[in-house]
């Protein structure tokens, strides 16, 4: 029953968190600077980043400039082969085979220059922006999981896990994505534009502005595209992590699917996501191809306009206009277009990301009212272990109209045993959690060897306190390693002997590999039993001056509760 009951929690929960990401770009209406974004970069960021824009600008001039030399090739072709003298005699063009063919060659080796430099500046953009963007979201991610760890408990009782386990994954890749190669691509896009139209208006300004009256319809269909493209594939992507999750809770919780019998039922669940996936994965290829055939249609249709007007004005003699001019104009100009609307997404993963990082930032800059980092405080030399609660009185931030404590007067002399007794909600675990400064007292204070708590450092105050919880977690290494979670300087003959105290080395060296025997996801390769003894084991390694046992026997047979008993006498 427990297990169905928490197979039941974890689907709640896993819907709940992912109607939360769903939620997340249509609700989120702050996003930091453009400048702020890039906060975690040092002087090396800022030198890769100036490199990577100066290398998108060179590479998105390259292209224009190839529609310069294509002009001027086109023009030495022509030249080759016929002048035109007057409106009635043509006659072989004067200038020799030879010297066309030494034009052309130069022309070509131009190209392949241009080709060379666009190679170079192309990589050096996209490798410079990627790097800089992995070394900056590396500290990000870095100093968000140290912001996290640093928050008091009050903070984690208000926010949803789900929520920061989405920031730390997809909210800091949005930010990877929009802060690298994505920007070389935005500038290098800015440059092509820019430049492909300032040629456009000085070679031909005419046939630069005829052309440009379909830009909207090649830019509003190229900016359509990639916004299918964008929507359908987070869609598709957000399908599949559904039945992902919906893979990892069956795989989780496989001994409740298995005993109530619900694989079919739970491989219609996952095939049912993974349908959703397939019918969003067949719209996404026929709206973008759709898409992507009004992007070449509207194309296709300048080129035709492009061609005549260029035609009619080589025709008509106007001044500058010759097939070269035309072919430069024309290709400086298409390009120009295409590249604003090719710009357009990149510029939408920026503004993505700078929206995840209002949040990631957001959690980074709050300070919290218990700093589990803390250097500051006093911290005494020898701590005798003396507790005194004093008035205290408290109610939790999530509920504060219920107070928990109220007036609550407590002694506890070094070497003393004591119990709290009580029904559930009579403030035994509160005392507890206060006690280990989990929170602050809303009136009164508690004081250890006559030290108020609040004024001691948080870290060195802790260090001198044994916790084992009724339900005790253990982590997903070897039995030496959670024991070892008590202290890091531990030894293996301490570990030892805090096993034997325990009453846990017993059946511990019946494990084949002993102390290095894998304890499983939270502990699930151990009985409830075991679990305990290693962590009262873990709790006894670190020689505490204050050890808390919540129920912490409450699993282990007659036999080995009165040698853990025992074991906590001697430790007084």
């Not at 010759?322 to 298409?334: E, P």
């Not at 109610?395 to 004591?418: A, F, Q």
């Not at 912490?552 to 430790?571: G, I, N, Y």
């Amino acid at each position: 029953m427990a297990n169905s009951e928490r197979t039941d929690e974890m689907q709640e929960n896993y819907q709940r968190n992912g109607k939360l990401q769903e939620q997340l770009p249509k609700v989120r209406k702050h996003v930091v600077g453009p400048i702020e974004i890039f906060r975690f970069a040092d002087g090396l960021d800022i030198t890769l980043m100036i490199l990577g824009l100066l290398a998108s600008l060179i590479n998105g001039a390259c292209l224009p400039v190839m529609s310069l030399i294509l002009g001027e090739m086109s023009d030495n072709l022509i030249s080759g082969c016929l002048v035109k003298i007057n409106t009635t005699n043509y006659q072989n063009c004067t200038q020799s085979q030879e010297k066309v063919n030494e034009d052309i060659i130069v022309l070509t080796l131009y190209y392949v220059g241009i080709g060379v430099i666009a190679l170079v500046f192309g990589y050096m953009q996209i490798s410079f922006w990627v790097m800089t963007a992995a070394r900056q979201t590396n500290r990000i991610r870095k100093q968000f999981f140290h912001s996290i760890l640093a928050q008091d408990i009050s903070w984690f009782d208000s926010s949803d896990i789900g929520e920061l386990n989405t920031r730390m994954t997809d909210d800091i890749n949005k930010i990877n994505e929009g802060i690298g190669d994505k920007i070389a691509l935005l500038f290098q896009n800015i440059s092509t534009f820019s430049i492909g139209l300032v040629i456009g208006l000085v070679k031909g300004w005419k046939l630069t502005l005829v052309t440009l009256s379909t830009s909207p319809l090649i830019i509003a269909s190229a900016a359509m595209f990639s916004k299918i493209v964008i929507s359908l594939t987070s869609k598709e992507l957000n399908a599949y992590s559904k039945a992902g999750a919906v893979a990892e809770e069956v795989l989780s919780s496989i001994r409740t699917v298995i005993a109530f019998g619900a694989q079919e039922k739970e491989i219609q669940r996952y095939t049912q996501n993974l349908k959703d996936a397939k019918d969003v994965g067949i719209k996404k290829a026929i709206a973008s191809k759709l898409s992507l055939g009004a992007v070449y249609f509207f194309m296709n249709g300048t080129y035709g306009l492009a061609f005549w007007y260029g035609t009619s004005l080589i025709l008509s003699g106007e001044a500058g206009y010759t097939i070269g001019t035309v072919l430069a104009v024309f290709f400086s100009v298409i390009h120009s277009s295409y590249c604003i609307g090719a710009a357009a997404p990149n510029f939408e993963n920026f503004m993505i990301a700078r929206g995840a990082a209002f949040n990631i930032f957001q959690v980074i800059d709050k300070k919290p009212a218990i700093d589990n980092f803390s250097t500051t405080g006093f911290k005494p030399e020898c701590i005798e272990g003396t507790v005194e609660f004093k008035n205290v009185s408290f109610s939790y931030p999530s509920r504060p109209s219920i107070k928990i404590l109220k007036g609550l007067n407590l002694k506890i002399k070094s070497g003393e045993t004591i119990a709290l007794v009580g029904p559930n909600g009579s403030g035994k675990s509160t005392a507890v959690q206060l006690l280990q400064r989990l929170y602050d007292p809303d009136d009164g204070f508690i004081t250890v060897d006559g030290n108020d708590i609040r004024t001691l450092n948080v870290q060195h105050y802790r260090e001198h306190i044994g916790v084992v919880s009724q339900e005790p977690v253990l982590f997903g290494t070897t039995i030496n390693n959670n024991i070892k979670y008590g202290r890091d300087d531990v030894t293996d003959e301490e570990i030892e002997k805090a096993a034997k105290e325990a009453n846990a080395f017993d059946f511990i060296m019946e494990f084949p590999s002993k102390f290095n025997t894998l304890v499983g996801e939270k502990g699930a390769q151990m009985s409830g039993g075991q679990k305990q003894r290693i962590a009262i084991a873990r709790a006894l390694v670190r020689n505490p001056k204050i050890l808390i046992l919540d129920e912490a026997t409450s699993a282990l047979d007659t036999e080995s509760e009165s040698v853990v008993q025992a074991a906590l006498e001697k430790k007084k």
